[in-house]
């Protein structure tokens, strides 16, 4: 199991620390992706999970252990579930964005977010992901290998997020003066209230009128003793992946600055879909999944 404690400037790998994170959730669209009624189709998600080899953290391997085990199998619904419409909701504002005519987009701490290489997107747009070094590169060299062929033009940009990361983008081609879709997914925890504050502040001075973000939050602070999931059944302990759990309301402060955001809730999605039932009758993951929301700001 991995233990590595947080501290500022902490790097990691694909299987490490916050890195292994990004790995979990590609783990639970590869799933989702693999049922007969998914929500959504991330055909790179798999390849990805695979590619970082780590032996215990493939689909095969966890659907199996989930066989013999409740709790792993309570796991991996909450995973799925969470992945299946946090994806879903934001493919398709994503999807409608670039429709109307929004042909730059940034994702911000993209991991193993295939969107870029999985969306048919309209001529003209731009795709620049950020996010750690070892992350990006190991990403970069993974949708090579399995021959992804972006309709978008795919710009990664290695960089933490708690740096100067807004020059990084504009080295690498972002245009300040022209409406984008931002993407913060799974994001927001990892950082310090403060470096949370400073990420919306920069956005907030790089986005025209027409812009639109999107973030997930919890209603209310996070208490890791609260996200009592079997995380170690995944080889990360939930307290180690969180440097500051203190408050910032990102919807708040967005609605103070210039946006103009709401927040729906992540079980809202699934019950619009028919889904979600096992992981809200469950007292314990309702109380979990039930914090989570999917917030959309758009800059008028
Ligand atoms: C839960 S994963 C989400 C990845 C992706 N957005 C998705 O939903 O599939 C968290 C991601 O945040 C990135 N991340 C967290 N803190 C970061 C920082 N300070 N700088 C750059 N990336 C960061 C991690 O490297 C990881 O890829």
Not at 58 to 79: H, I, K
Not at 202 to 225: C, E, F, K, Q
Not at 235 to 261: C, I, K, P, Q, Y
């Amino acid at each position: 199991m991995q233990t590595n404690q947080r501290s500022d400037g902490d790097q990691w790998t694909i299987t490490s620390s916050v890195g292994r994170t990004a790995l979990l959730v590609a783990l639970g669209r590869a799933l989702e992706t693999r049922r007969d009624d998914a929500l959504i189709d991330d055909p790179f998600a798999e390849s990805l999970v695979l590619a970082a080899g780590d032996a215990d953290l493939t689909p095969d391997v966890v659907e199996e252990r989930a066989q013999d085990d409740p709790e792993m199998t309570r796991s991996l619904e909450f995973l799925t579930d969470m992945m299946a419409a946090r994806t879903l909701r934001i493919d398709d504002e994503i999807r409608a964005a670039n429709a109307h005519n929004c042909r730059q987009l940034v994702l911000l701490a993209s991991g193993l977010d295939a969107r870029a290489a999985r969306i048919p997107w309209a001529p003209g747009t731009t795709v620049f992901e950020v996010d750690q070094p070892a992350v990006i590169g190991f990403k970069d060299e993974v949708l090579d290998e399995v021959g992804a062929s972006p309709s978008a033009t795919r710009v990664s940009v290695a960089c933490d997020l708690r740096d100067d990361w807004l020059t990084a983008l504009r080295t690498a081609g972002f245009a300040d003066d022209v409406p984008t879709f931002w993407l913060a997914e799974g994001l927001l925890p990892y950082l310090r209230p403060a470096d949370q504050e400073r990420l919306l502040a920069t956005i907030t001075s790089v986005a025209p009128t027409g812009s639109v973000l999107m973030l997930d939050t919890t209603s209310g602070p996070i208490d890791p003793a609260d996200w009592d999931i079997d995380a170690s059944g995944f080889g990360v302990t939930v307290e180690d992946l969180f440097l500051d759990t203190g408050e910032f309301d990102a919807r708040a402060w967005l609605n103070d600055h210039g946006w103009s955001a709401s927040s729906e809730p992540v079980v809202s999605v699934l019950g619009e879909n028919g889904r979600g039932n096992g992981i809200t009758s469950d007292e314990r993951y309702s109380a979990m999944i039930g914090k989570v929301q999917i917030v959309t700001a758009r800059r008028s």
